[in-house]
Protein backbone atom coordinates (compact mmCIF):
# COMPACT_ATOMS: atom_id res chain seq x y z
CA UNK A 1 0.00 0.00 0.00
CA UNK A 2 1.19 3.54 -0.80
CA UNK A 3 1.54 5.59 2.67
CA UNK A 4 0.46 9.00 1.04
CA UNK A 5 -3.02 7.22 -0.37
CA UNK A 6 -3.47 5.43 2.85
CA UNK A 7 -2.46 9.04 4.67
CA UNK A 8 -5.40 10.45 1.98
CA UNK A 9 -8.21 7.67 3.19
CA UNK A 10 -7.40 8.85 6.90
CA UNK A 11 -7.63 12.28 6.11
CA UNK A 12 -4.20 12.73 7.81
CA UNK A 13 -2.50 15.57 6.94
CA UNK A 14 0.92 15.68 4.73
CA UNK A 15 2.50 18.06 2.45
CA UNK A 16 2.47 16.14 -0.70
CA UNK A 17 -0.66 14.16 -1.71
CA UNK A 18 -0.82 10.90 -3.64
CA UNK A 19 -0.99 11.52 -7.37
CA UNK A 20 -3.04 9.27 -9.71
CA UNK A 21 -4.77 9.78 -12.83
CA UNK A 22 -8.47 8.28 -14.38
CA UNK A 23 -7.04 6.78 -17.72
CA UNK A 24 -3.46 6.61 -16.64
CA UNK A 25 -3.66 3.29 -18.72
CA UNK A 26 -4.48 4.35 -22.29
CA UNK A 27 -3.77 5.21 -25.53
CA UNK A 28 -1.56 7.98 -25.26
CA UNK A 29 1.39 5.88 -23.85
CA UNK A 30 3.56 3.97 -25.76
CA UNK A 31 3.80 1.15 -23.36
CA UNK A 32 -0.18 0.63 -23.74
CA UNK A 33 0.03 1.60 -27.77
CA UNK A 34 2.88 -1.33 -27.86
CA UNK A 35 0.68 -3.79 -26.30
CA UNK A 36 -2.23 -2.09 -28.06
CA UNK A 37 -0.45 -3.41 -31.36
CA UNK A 38 -0.35 -6.91 -30.76
CA UNK A 39 -3.58 -7.51 -28.60
CA UNK A 40 -7.42 -6.52 -29.16
CA UNK A 41 -8.44 -4.37 -26.77
CA UNK A 42 -10.89 -7.02 -25.09
CA UNK A 43 -7.71 -8.90 -24.51
CA UNK A 44 -5.77 -6.47 -22.91
CA UNK A 45 -8.78 -6.36 -20.53
CA UNK A 46 -9.81 -9.82 -19.64
CA UNK A 47 -6.24 -11.62 -19.77
CA UNK A 48 -5.02 -10.75 -16.55
CA UNK A 49 -1.42 -10.92 -17.16
CA UNK A 50 -2.12 -8.80 -19.90
CA UNK A 51 -4.52 -6.32 -17.72
CA UNK A 52 -1.76 -6.36 -15.34
CA UNK A 53 1.29 -5.24 -17.53
CA UNK A 54 -0.81 -2.12 -18.98
CA UNK A 55 -1.45 -1.08 -15.69
CA UNK A 56 1.74 -1.49 -14.37
CA UNK A 57 3.22 0.53 -17.13
CA UNK A 58 2.45 4.11 -16.23
CA UNK A 59 3.44 3.27 -12.73
CA UNK A 60 6.84 2.15 -13.72
CA UNK A 61 7.54 5.26 -15.92
CA UNK A 62 5.63 8.16 -14.44
CA UNK A 63 5.65 6.69 -10.64
CA UNK A 64 2.07 7.47 -9.72
CA UNK A 65 1.39 6.35 -6.11
CA UNK A 66 -1.62 4.62 -7.19
CA UNK A 67 -2.34 2.06 -10.07
CA UNK A 68 -6.35 1.11 -11.37
CA UNK A 69 -7.23 -1.98 -12.35
CA UNK A 70 -7.07 -1.93 -16.21
CA UNK A 71 -10.76 -2.87 -17.72
CA UNK A 72 -14.05 -1.30 -18.91
CA UNK A 73 -17.19 -0.06 -17.22
CA UNK A 74 -19.50 -1.58 -19.72
CA UNK A 75 -18.46 -5.41 -18.95
CA UNK A 76 -21.71 -5.81 -16.69
CA UNK A 77 -23.93 -5.07 -19.68
CA UNK A 78 -21.96 -7.57 -22.06
CA UNK A 79 -22.13 -10.26 -18.70
CA UNK A 80 -26.06 -9.58 -18.67
CA UNK A 81 -26.27 -10.57 -22.25
CA UNK A 82 -26.10 -7.18 -24.08
CA UNK A 83 -23.36 -8.43 -26.08
CA UNK A 84 -20.09 -6.08 -26.82
CA UNK A 85 -17.70 -4.82 -29.10
CA UNK A 86 -14.84 -2.65 -29.12
CA UNK A 87 -14.97 -0.64 -32.60
CA UNK A 88 -13.01 1.87 -34.09
CA UNK A 89 -15.57 4.18 -33.56
CA UNK A 90 -16.29 3.13 -29.84
CA UNK A 91 -17.85 0.54 -27.84
CA UNK A 92 -20.81 -1.41 -29.66
CA UNK A 93 -23.69 -3.18 -27.54
CA UNK A 94 -25.95 -5.83 -29.41
CA UNK A 95 -28.70 -4.58 -28.35
CA UNK A 96 -30.46 -1.32 -27.21
CA UNK A 97 -32.81 -1.25 -23.60
CA UNK A 98 -35.89 -0.70 -24.17
CA UNK A 99 -39.41 -1.56 -22.29
CA UNK A 100 -39.56 -4.43 -25.05
CA UNK A 101 -36.17 -5.73 -24.97
CA UNK A 102 -35.44 -5.92 -21.21
CA UNK A 103 -36.56 -9.46 -20.69
CA UNK A 104 -33.57 -10.31 -23.20
CA UNK A 105 -31.22 -9.50 -20.29
CA UNK A 106 -29.65 -12.75 -18.34
CA UNK A 107 -29.42 -13.88 -15.05
CA UNK A 108 -26.97 -12.24 -12.17
CA UNK A 109 -25.66 -15.40 -11.31
CA UNK A 110 -24.29 -15.88 -14.87
CA UNK A 111 -23.33 -12.82 -15.23
CA UNK A 112 -20.81 -12.52 -11.65
CA UNK A 113 -19.27 -15.43 -12.80
CA UNK A 114 -18.49 -13.53 -16.16
CA UNK A 115 -16.82 -10.94 -14.48
CA UNK A 116 -14.46 -12.72 -12.46
CA UNK A 117 -11.61 -12.34 -14.89
CA UNK A 118 -11.46 -8.75 -13.01
CA UNK A 119 -10.82 -10.58 -9.56
CA UNK A 120 -8.34 -12.33 -11.44
CA UNK A 121 -6.51 -8.80 -13.08
CA UNK A 122 -7.13 -7.17 -9.80
CA UNK A 123 -4.49 -10.54 -8.70
CA UNK A 124 -2.03 -10.32 -11.33
CA UNK A 125 -1.71 -6.51 -11.16
CA UNK A 126 -1.27 -6.57 -7.35
CA UNK A 127 1.32 -9.13 -8.17
CA UNK A 128 3.47 -7.08 -10.27
CA UNK A 129 3.27 -4.30 -8.41
CA UNK A 130 5.69 -2.53 -6.15
CA UNK A 131 4.61 -2.94 -2.64
CA UNK A 132 4.85 0.59 -2.20
CA UNK A 133 1.55 1.04 -4.67
CA UNK A 134 -1.98 1.22 -4.30
CA UNK A 135 -4.05 -0.32 -6.37
CA UNK A 136 -7.95 0.88 -6.74
CA UNK A 137 -10.87 -1.20 -8.61
CA UNK A 138 -14.02 1.00 -10.30
CA UNK A 139 -17.12 -0.04 -12.20
CA UNK A 140 -19.82 2.55 -14.14
CA UNK A 141 -22.41 4.07 -11.92
CA UNK A 142 -25.46 2.57 -12.50
CA UNK A 143 -27.22 5.53 -13.75
CA UNK A 144 -24.46 5.69 -16.09
CA UNK A 145 -24.81 2.19 -17.05
CA UNK A 146 -28.31 2.47 -17.63
CA UNK A 147 -27.91 5.40 -20.23
CA UNK A 148 -25.28 3.33 -22.12
CA UNK A 149 -28.11 0.38 -22.37
CA UNK A 150 -30.61 2.51 -23.54
CA UNK A 151 -28.69 4.98 -25.76
CA UNK A 152 -25.26 2.81 -26.76
CA UNK A 153 -23.51 6.09 -25.62
CA UNK A 154 -23.85 8.61 -23.43
CA UNK A 155 -23.31 11.76 -25.93
CA UNK A 156 -25.73 14.48 -26.14
CA UNK A 157 -29.14 15.28 -23.80
CA UNK A 158 -29.69 11.73 -22.93
CA UNK A 159 -33.62 12.07 -24.28
CA UNK A 160 -33.98 8.55 -24.34
CA UNK A 161 -32.56 7.81 -21.05
CA UNK A 162 -34.76 10.15 -19.00
CA UNK A 163 -38.30 9.57 -20.87
CA UNK A 164 -37.11 5.80 -20.20
CA UNK A 165 -36.25 6.81 -16.72
CA UNK A 166 -39.27 4.65 -14.95
CA UNK A 167 -37.52 1.50 -16.34
CA UNK A 168 -34.52 2.39 -14.52
CA UNK A 169 -35.29 0.50 -10.85
CA UNK A 170 -36.08 -2.41 -13.44
CA UNK A 171 -33.19 -2.26 -15.08
CA UNK A 172 -31.63 -2.14 -11.19
CA UNK A 173 -33.16 -5.44 -10.30
CA UNK A 174 -29.96 -6.89 -12.38
CA UNK A 175 -27.60 -4.50 -12.48
CA UNK A 176 -27.51 -3.60 -8.79
CA UNK A 177 -26.81 -7.26 -7.16
CA UNK A 178 -24.42 -7.73 -10.26
CA UNK A 179 -22.63 -4.44 -9.29
CA UNK A 180 -22.47 -5.25 -5.57
CA UNK A 181 -20.59 -8.77 -6.28
CA UNK A 182 -18.34 -7.45 -8.98
CA UNK A 183 -17.52 -4.74 -6.17
CA UNK A 184 -17.02 -7.60 -3.71
CA UNK A 185 -15.02 -9.44 -6.35
CA UNK A 186 -12.48 -6.77 -6.55
CA UNK A 187 -11.97 -6.19 -2.73
CA UNK A 188 -11.02 -10.08 -2.63
CA UNK A 189 -9.29 -9.58 -5.47
CA UNK A 190 -6.52 -6.81 -3.23
CA UNK A 191 -7.95 -3.67 -4.60
CA UNK A 192 -7.84 -1.29 -1.82
CA UNK A 193 -10.98 0.83 -2.87
CA UNK A 194 -13.54 0.57 -5.35
CA UNK A 195 -14.47 3.85 -7.45
CA UNK A 196 -17.91 4.24 -8.88
CA UNK A 197 -17.16 5.92 -12.28
CA UNK A 198 -20.78 8.01 -13.01
CA UNK A 199 -19.79 10.31 -16.06
CA UNK A 200 -23.29 10.07 -17.07
CA UNK A 201 -24.65 11.85 -14.00
CA UNK A 202 -23.90 15.58 -14.80
CA UNK A 203 -26.23 15.58 -17.87
CA UNK A 204 -29.44 15.19 -14.98
CA UNK A 205 -30.57 18.26 -12.93
CA UNK A 206 -29.88 17.99 -9.50
CA UNK A 207 -33.26 16.82 -8.74
CA UNK A 208 -33.16 14.30 -10.92
CA UNK A 209 -29.95 13.39 -9.42
CA UNK A 210 -31.68 13.29 -6.19
CA UNK A 211 -34.53 11.39 -7.03
CA UNK A 212 -33.34 8.48 -9.35
CA UNK A 213 -29.56 8.61 -8.85
CA UNK A 214 -28.74 8.97 -5.29
CA UNK A 215 -30.82 5.96 -3.46
CA UNK A 216 -28.94 3.13 -5.54
CA UNK A 217 -25.46 5.12 -4.59
CA UNK A 218 -26.45 5.33 -1.07
CA UNK A 219 -27.38 1.61 -1.01
CA UNK A 220 -23.51 0.46 -2.62
CA UNK A 221 -22.04 2.95 -0.24
CA UNK A 222 -23.64 1.43 2.97
CA UNK A 223 -22.52 -2.05 1.10
CA UNK A 224 -19.24 -1.17 2.04
CA UNK A 225 -18.27 1.27 4.27
CA UNK A 226 -15.34 3.24 3.59
CA UNK A 227 -14.49 1.10 0.50
CA UNK A 228 -16.33 3.18 -2.00
CA UNK A 229 -14.98 6.23 -3.65
CA UNK A 230 -17.53 8.51 -5.86
CA UNK A 231 -16.55 10.38 -9.27
CA UNK A 232 -19.46 11.90 -11.74
CA UNK A 233 -18.61 13.87 -14.31
CA UNK A 234 -20.43 17.34 -14.93
CA UNK A 235 -21.63 17.59 -11.39
CA UNK A 236 -21.37 21.13 -9.15
CA UNK A 237 -21.82 20.83 -5.31
CA UNK A 238 -25.47 21.99 -5.34
CA UNK A 239 -26.08 17.83 -6.45
CA UNK A 240 -24.56 16.77 -2.97
CA UNK A 241 -27.09 17.39 -0.33
CA UNK A 242 -26.58 17.05 3.77
CA UNK A 243 -27.97 12.74 2.78
CA UNK A 244 -24.91 12.21 0.41
CA UNK A 245 -22.64 13.83 2.50
CA UNK A 246 -23.47 11.84 5.07
CA UNK A 247 -23.16 8.10 3.65
CA UNK A 248 -19.70 6.23 4.04
CA UNK A 249 -17.95 6.97 1.21
CA UNK A 250 -13.85 6.30 0.86
CA UNK A 251 -13.67 9.62 -0.50
CA UNK A 252 -15.06 11.52 -4.15
CA UNK A 253 -13.29 12.57 -7.11
CA UNK A 254 -14.30 16.12 -8.68
CA UNK A 255 -13.70 17.21 -12.32
CA UNK A 256 -12.16 20.48 -13.35
CA UNK A 257 -15.56 22.02 -13.38
CA UNK A 258 -15.17 22.23 -9.35
CA UNK A 259 -13.38 24.46 -7.49
CA UNK A 260 -10.68 21.75 -5.72
CA UNK A 261 -10.23 23.65 -2.42
CA UNK A 262 -14.30 24.05 -2.18
CA UNK A 263 -14.18 20.66 -2.52
CA UNK A 264 -13.35 19.92 1.11
CA UNK A 265 -15.96 20.92 2.26
CA UNK A 266 -18.47 19.21 0.06
CA UNK A 267 -16.61 15.55 1.09
CA UNK A 268 -15.71 16.14 4.35
CA UNK A 269 -14.29 12.76 4.84
CA UNK A 270 -11.68 9.97 3.19
CA UNK A 271 -10.44 11.53 0.01
CA UNK A 272 -10.99 14.86 -2.49
CA UNK A 273 -9.68 13.70 -5.83
CA UNK A 274 -8.69 16.01 -8.68
CA UNK A 275 -8.77 18.02 -10.72
CA UNK A 276 -6.52 19.85 -13.39
CA UNK A 277 -8.20 19.95 -16.80
CA UNK A 278 -6.73 17.30 -18.83
CA UNK A 279 -7.07 19.28 -21.85
CA UNK A 280 -4.52 22.01 -20.74
CA UNK A 281 -1.77 19.52 -20.80
CA UNK A 282 -1.71 19.85 -24.88
CA UNK A 283 -0.88 23.32 -23.72
CA UNK A 284 3.08 25.11 -25.10
CA UNK A 285 5.45 23.48 -22.27
CA UNK A 286 6.03 27.06 -20.87
CA UNK A 287 1.87 28.19 -21.02
CA UNK A 288 1.50 24.44 -19.80
CA UNK A 289 3.75 25.22 -16.57
CA UNK A 290 2.41 28.13 -15.44
CA UNK A 291 -1.24 26.45 -15.49
CA UNK A 292 0.36 23.75 -13.24
CA UNK A 293 1.60 26.81 -10.75
CA UNK A 294 -1.99 28.36 -11.35
CA UNK A 295 -3.13 25.19 -10.36
CA UNK A 296 -1.29 24.30 -7.17
CA UNK A 297 -1.11 27.92 -5.43
CA UNK A 298 -4.40 27.96 -3.16
CA UNK A 299 -3.49 24.17 -2.83
CA UNK A 300 -0.35 25.57 -1.49
CA UNK A 301 -1.97 28.31 0.14
CA UNK A 302 -4.24 26.09 1.95
CA UNK A 303 -2.42 24.70 5.25
CA UNK A 304 -1.75 20.59 5.13
CA UNK A 305 -4.37 20.05 7.76
CA UNK A 306 -7.15 22.16 5.68
CA UNK A 307 -6.57 19.86 2.52
CA UNK A 308 -5.64 16.29 4.05
CA UNK A 309 -7.73 13.65 2.66
CA UNK A 310 -6.23 15.68 -1.21
CA UNK A 311 -5.52 13.01 -3.92
CA UNK A 312 -3.82 14.82 -6.97
CA UNK A 313 -4.76 14.09 -10.33
CA UNK A 314 -7.07 15.47 -13.43
CA UNK A 315 -10.53 16.22 -14.13
CA UNK A 316 -11.46 13.64 -16.18
CA UNK A 317 -9.36 10.97 -17.81
CA UNK A 318 -6.06 11.25 -19.54
CA UNK A 319 -6.95 12.43 -23.55
CA UNK A 320 -5.80 10.41 -26.44
CA UNK A 321 -2.28 12.08 -27.78
CA UNK A 322 -1.80 13.65 -24.47
CA UNK A 323 2.23 14.22 -24.64
CA UNK A 324 4.17 12.21 -22.00
CA UNK A 325 6.74 14.58 -20.87
CA UNK A 326 3.38 17.02 -19.80
CA UNK A 327 2.58 13.70 -17.46
CA UNK A 328 5.56 13.53 -15.82
CA UNK A 329 6.30 17.12 -15.67
CA UNK A 330 2.61 17.24 -13.74
CA UNK A 331 3.54 14.48 -11.18
CA UNK A 332 7.48 15.95 -11.12
CA UNK A 333 6.20 19.80 -10.43
CA UNK A 334 3.27 18.49 -7.85
CA UNK A 335 5.91 17.07 -5.92
CA UNK A 336 8.13 19.80 -6.03
CA UNK A 337 6.35 22.31 -5.36
CA UNK A 338 4.49 20.91 -2.62
CA UNK A 339 7.18 19.22 -0.53
Known amino acids: MNPLFQNALKRTPQAVPPIWFMRQAGRYHKHY ?12 CKKPELAAEVARGPVAEF ?21 LEYTDHGPRLGFQLNPTTMNKLGGVEEAVKFMHFQK ?5 TRAVLPSNKSLIGFVGGPWTLFVYAVEGSHAGSLINSKHLAPMFPQFLEKMYPLLKENIRLQLEGGVEVVMIFDTAAGEVSPLFFKE ?3 PVLTRLSQDYPGKIGYYSKGTQAVFFDDAFRALPWAGQGFDHRCYIPECFNIQNKGFVQG ?6 LFMEEGDFKKAVQ ?4 P ?5 IEQRAGWVCGLGHGVLPKTPEKHVKMFVDTVREVLS
Not at 294 to 297: P, S, Y
Open 120 to 124: EAVQA
Open 63 to 83: DFDVSILFSDILFPLEALGMG
Open 275 to 280: NFDQSL
Open 212 to 214: WIQ
Open 33 to 44: QGMRANHSFDEL
Open 294 to 297: TFLK
Open 299 to 303: MKDMS
